[in-house]
């Protein structure tokens, strides 16, 4: 299977992209014509080999974990995917059937999310390494950044914390879409709640106190604090907004030294994930 | 290094993005707002230690490189390149001054051709993996293609082919947008003169016959045709057209069957680098 016959493949695999993608896979560049009143939102994740998987997990998983991670942070900004580049490096024996069920798993993910695969590019590597580009769209100047939240604000999560790596992402993107407008400040729980909630709290110069954690069945509080690759979404609302249905309270922004987090009135370290540590 | 502090001194190094990126580094997503009129292209380019570079290879060089590549193929299109993202997975022990440097080469190379960093990825792996993204912008329907070429239309290459790897990608970024509206087809020569122009002429449905190919110093015809990595636009025009200066007529596009490749009566075969092979 050589590079040409794979990207061949692949274009079949993602059949005709949607009306706003000109050109898709087979040219130097993608072409996407914006529509009027829309600014463009652009997110990036890689999925390693050893890292983020494990070499024997099925293609399929792995396919669709890697545009569920960039799709999770279109819908912490409240926008809608539009189209997405894969990146992929692999050796010559993962070209057949293990490249098909990648792509199917990442091209069924895809259409329900509304998206579609306009390119990329393929190299050869000992090991896999993915990396999945997603553009979304939201109207223009309405997108939920991380540094809006106030003090007073409550804090909400989308779901229970601390699920295992296994269980499927399921990347809130309706949500998201309804809380423009409303949410002060929104993100996506990727490397854990404590390590997470510290950075919307530098981003919007005030400190967080937590009243109470959910957590998933047999998580434990400090897998639901410090635990990654949640993909809920962790949101402010002004005090007099009702949450959307499903959402937990899990306690309020205050001021106080900006990126502090206490919990009954102890402090908590921001310990989630970090690479290179 | 952590994974957060890495993240700080690039935006560091990378500074206050263009007017059009509201949102740069540090938030879930990029955020760029489109000007009316316009179509925007992406695309994205992997480097990889061991397979694109050797493991000692200066890394400004290769930041510079990484960046340079993609940015062929916004020039091949007729673009302005607008933003990039950049991914980069590297060892622990590569965080501190080898990350300065590379980020440096890129960045020098970003402002000379007026883009600026938004945004990226970065994880912990054994070994260096680079993926850049670059989305570009150009007037609404107007941008270069490879599948428009015509029948009589002479073949032009911006330069001499066959140079060493050592040398410095230049992209050709002002030539790329002097050939909006003139040139009926256009790409860049990443993986060799004769594999690149078969995929041109199955993309325009046509055969090509090759007068002559102009040789970088010390380079064999051998290499000019099929090797790979010399960053120079491949590009046709009507035979009316006068060629952009600094530019080599090589030939012409024929009716035969799509993708034959011709040179002084006998068969060429389409032989540049392949991945997987």
């Not at 960039?70 to 692999?90: E, H, W, Y």
Request: glycine residues 10%; contains cysteine.
């Amino acid at each position: 299977m050589n590079e040409l016959a794979l990207i061949e493949r692949i274009a079949k695999l993602a059949g005709k992209p949607r009306s706003e993608v000109l050109v898709g896979i087979g040219d130097d560049c993608a072409i996407y014509r914006p529509k009027s009143g829309e600014d463009l939102l652009f997110t990036t994740d890689q999925m390693i080999e050893g890292v983020h998987f494990f070499p024997n997990a099925k293609p399929r998983t792995i396919g669709e974990r890697a545009l569920a991670r960039s799709l999770s942070d279109i819908a912490a900004m409240g926008a809608s995917p539009r189209f997405c580049l894969v990146t992929l490096a692999l050796p010559a024996n993962r070209t057949g059937p293990w490249a098909t069920s990648f792509f199917r798993g990442l091209l069924a993910l895809a259409a329900r999310a509304g998206t579609t695969l306009a390119g990329g590019d393929v190299a050869h590597n000992d090991t896999i390494h993915i990396d999945v580009m997603v553009c979304g769209a939201a109207p223009k100047g309405k997108a939920l950044r991380r540094d809006g939240a106030r003090s007073g604000d409550k804090i909400y999560v989308s779901g229970r914390l601390g699920r295992p790596w296994e269980t499927k992402i399921n990347p809130r993107l309706s949500l998201g879409q309804s809380l423009l407008g409303r949410a002060t400040a929104c993100m996506d729980l990727s490397d854990g709640l404590s390590i997470d909630l510290h950075r919307m709290c530098l981003a919007s110069k005030l400190a967080a106190r937590l009243d109470s954690v959910p957590l998933y069945k047999g998580a434990s509080l400090e897998r639901a604090l410090h635990g990654g690759e949640d993909y809920e979404l962790l949101f402010t609302l002004p005090k007099k907004l009702k949450p959307p249905r499903g959402c937990f309270e899990i306690g309020e922004m205050i001021k106080d030294v900006p990126g502090r987090l206490e919990m009954a009135g102890r402090k908590i370290r921001p310990e989630g994930y970090s690479h290179f540590q």
